[in-house]
C-alpha cells in the first residue's frame, strides 16, 4: 500500500522523490550520505523523513499530529536515535556508544533510524567505529548522515552509502519561496541576495525580523566609519561584553563567536567595492552606508582589506587570540 506524504519543504523534489518512494517500498538503504552546503534543509528532510518512517497516519505522513510524530519529533521515540547537534558529541568514545544502542533490537517491532549529524567533523577514529556499523549494519537498521561537506571523508564511508547530494536553489525559486513570507520589498531584496539560494541561512536570518542582522551591520557600519582609535574601543568593547556572555569559554574560544561577523565583515568590503565601482551591492538594506563607506576608502584598501578576512579566518581557527587579530584588521583598515 503506498502512502501519501506531506513534506512542506522548497525545493529538492527530486532528492525528496526518492527518498518517498524508498519508504513507499520499504527499500530503505542501510546509510544515507546527506551532503551540501550548510543551509539548505538537509536536516529538515531528514527530520521529515524520519517522522514519515515512524508514522502510522493513512492520511499524508508525517501527520505532525499523533502521538509518534511527536516523540520523534521531541526524540523520545525508541527506536530513533539521533547524534552530533553538538559536535562534542561525535568523540570515537560516543559514537561507539551510539552506535552500540543501535544493535539493541527495536522497542516497537518497526525498523530504527539513526541520524548522526556534523559528520564531517568525524575524526579518523570516529569515522572508522561509523565504517564498522554501516559494513554490518543491525538488522532493519538505517542511518542517515549529514556531512555540509565530504571532501574529508573516508572514501570508505562515503562509498558505502547512498548518496544524496544538495545544491543551493536557483534565485527564481529563491525569491517565489520568499513571497510566502511578509517581508518589506527591499528586507526581500537583501535577504534573497544574502542568503545565496539557502534557505535555511534565509530563515535564520527572517526569524527575528531581520533584527540580529541590523544589530550586526550597524555594529560593522560603526566600526569602518571610525577612525583608528575609536575603532579599537569599539573591538575592546565588544570583546569585553563577549567574555562576560560567555564566561566558560576560553579567550581563543571567543573567536568562534566573532565567525558571523567576519563573514558579514567580507561581504561588506565586497559591496563597498561594488558600491564604488557603482555597481548594484547585494546588501541593499545598506545600501546609504556602503556608500558612505565607498568614498572613505580607496580601491588599495579595500582590496587589501578583502584579502585579508581568509588569512584572519584561518589563524582563528589557529588558536590565535581574537581580540588581537580583530584589532590588527582594524589597524589596517586604512593605510
Ligand atoms: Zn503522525
Redesign the pocket.
Known sequence: MSVNFSWPIYGHQKQIKFLQNSLNSSNLANAYLFYGAKGLGKKMIAHHFA?SLF?Q?QEA??????Q??HHVDQETWQDFYSLGKNPDDLSAENIKIFLGSLSLSSATGTPKLAIIEQVEKLNLHAANALLKVIEEPPKNTTIILIADSIDYLPATVISRCQLLKFQALDKRSMAEWLDNFSLAEIEKETVLNLSFGKPGRALSFMADNLNNFKEKCDWLFKLLDSETLSALQIIDAWFGALKKENTELKVSELGEETVQYLDLLELFWRDILWSKLERKVLNVLYQKELKELAIKYSYPDILKNLLSINKIKKQLRENVSPQVLWENLALNFKS
Open positions: 517522522m508514522c497516519s505522513r508525517p501527520c505532525q499530529k499523533c509518534i510524530c
